[in-house]
């Protein structure tokens, strides 16, 4: 267990319950604020389902974007939020993330994160992913908790349960080194504790079509701060809208044995000009649709496997960095097949050669008659991006899945990161930041849109909190 500060109490401004992203976030923020912050991680590692993610993030109208070339807008970016989420969407927390967005992008510059180049990716009008490498990003951040004197990190701690006055939020109960610990706050508790990806329960009680989906996201991803917030009647929103991640490598195919969550990798040749092909080696959707509503379209088919299919001009744009387009990493640690012709690649991973060639060849085809007469295919992504022919050997082949890497559904919460119950009120000194929160992605999701609302959630949940105590004051 890390005690990086030797408080002399067990009382805090504020008690965060959760180290990944978005906890890390309200924790740095109220620290800087000069706040006492007690931060608590269930498992031994910190960094939850970013860590496992592809680190990237969805920012608009950033300089980065403006030297690719790319010209973009947060206002296109809102369009495009509630385009993804059906119109779902809280409208008060998409203008809270808009609103907030390019100031979270230059705070996390500040503490040394490091973001690649710009690409495109999924639900997205115009290239706006900016990733980073979801290691380096919460090393950078977990280094800044450590440092400040004002933090106290521990870790392995479990939270039991949240301790109350009346209905006001007054302390956390947790675990620690087998111990029962209590801690009190006096600006309130924020949840950061994740979704429920890892939790079997959960899964088929709110999305039972997930249910033969790999279970991936944060090792203590089992909705604890969920069931904890339910015993003082908070309310939930999204949870019919679970869906999977489409393009999650099958590590051992054709053995049916799933990757570990730390070997799993996700890569989308699709968004560069890749199909996507089934059992059956015929191509299953249009490509260029959300990976999520892929995902769901891929459990549909024969034991749920699906396979990408590029060629070497795609592979050249493969970029090196832990994201969704580094392709050649992919091939070199054996997850890519490659072959001189489309026979011998489907051979290679057990599909019918003639199949295949027919599913490449009229697909090339409609692509230079400028019209896909199958899914009705019109671009990379989103309206984004020429379709391209796969004609230019070698040629390359992805075996992939379905997984739920996060849940994208949880508490009801206001603008301020403030939970509301089951009757429209607000629970005193509860905050919620990051994957437990529910409303902001409605059916859908934007790539990169996750890690980015972990930070504006998490930030405003502490400005909040300690905004409120100063005006009881």
């Given at each position: 267990m890390n005690h990086n500060t030797d408080f002399t109490s067990d009382r805090f401004d504020l008690i965060v319950a959760g180290g990944g992203l978005a906890g890390h976030s309200a924790a740095l923020q109220a620290a800087d604020m000069g706040a006492s912050v007690l931060l608590l991680e269930k498992t031994p590692r910190y960094g939850g389902s970013t860590t496992q993610s592809s680190g990237s993030f969805a920012f608009a109208g950033t300089q980065a974007q403006r030297d690719a070339g790319y010209e973009?807008?947060?206002?296109?970016?809102?369009?495009?939020?509630?385009r993804a989420s059906g119109n779902l969407a809280d409208p008060n927390l998409i203008s809270l993330y808009i609103e907030r967005q390019a100031d979270a992008y230059e705070w996390l510059r500040a503490r040394g994160v490091v973001f690649h180049p710009v690409s495109l990716s999924s639900n997205q009008g115009v290239p706006r992913t900016h990733a980073t490498d979801p290691?380096?990003?919460?090393?950078?951040?977990?280094?800044?908790?450590?440092?400040?004197?004002?933090?106290r990190y521990v870790s392995p701690a479990a939270l039991t349960g949240l301790l109350a006055q009346g209905n006001r939020v007054t302390g956390v109960q947790y675990v620690a080194d087998g111990e029962e610990r209590e801690a009190l706050t006096t600006a309130g508790v924020v949840l950061a504790t994740g979704g429920f990806s890892r939790d079997a329960d959960l899964i088929r009680k709110f999305a039972p079509k997930m249910a033969n989906a790999l279970r991936l996201g944060g090792e203590g991803n089992a909705g604890d701060g969920l069931r904890l917030a339910w015993k003082l009647g908070a309310?939930?929103?999204?949870m019919p809208y679970v869906n999977g991640t489409f393009g999650i490598s099958l590590n051992n195919y054709p053995d049916p044995k799933p990757p570990l969550a730390s070997e799993a990798l996700l890569r989308l040749a699709i968004y560069r000009g890749g199909i996507a092909v089934n059992l059956g080696a015929e191509?299953?959707?249009?490509?260029?649709?959300?990976?999520?509503?892929?995902?769901?379209?891929?459990?549909?088919?024969?034991?749920?496997?699906?396979?990408?299919?590029?060629?070497?001009?795609?592979?050249?744009?493969?970029?090196?960095?832990?994201?969704?387009?580094?392709?050649e990493s992919a091939f070199a640690r054996g997850l890519v097949r490659r072959a001189d012709s489309i026979a011998e690649l489907a051979r290679s991973v057990g599909l019918d050669a003639g199949k295949l060639e027919a599913t490449i060849n009229r697909y090339n085809e409609d692509v230079r008659a400028g019209r896909d007469t199958v899914f009705g295919r019109a671009s990379l992504g989103k309206g984004w991006g020429t379709l391209v022919p796969i004609a230019r050997a070698p040629f390359y082949i992805y075996p992939c899945t379905t997984a739920i890497l996060a849940t994208y559904c949880g508490l009801k919460a206001n603008r301020e990161m403030r939970v509301v119950d089951v009757l429209g009120e607000t629970i005193p000194g509860l905050f919620a930041a990051g994957e437990i929160v529910g409303g902001f992605h409605g059916s859908g999701y934007m790539s990169g849109s996750s890690l980015s609302k972990s930070v504006i959630f998490g930030r405003v949940a502490a400005e909040t909190a300690l905004a409120a105590v100063k005006e009881s004051v």
């Open positions: 973009d807008s947060a206002q296109n970016m809102e369009g495009d939020l509630v290691t380096q990003l919460m090393d950078a951040l977990h280094a800044r908790v450590t440092e400040h004197p004002s933090i309310d939930v929103v999204d191509r299953f959707a249009d490509e260029s649709v959300s990976y999520k509503t892929l995902g769901e379209l891929c459990l549909q088919q024969k034991d749920g496997v699906g396979f990408q299919v590029w060629d070497q001009d795609i592979m050249d744009q493969s970029v090196p960095a832990p994201n969704s387009t580094d392709f």
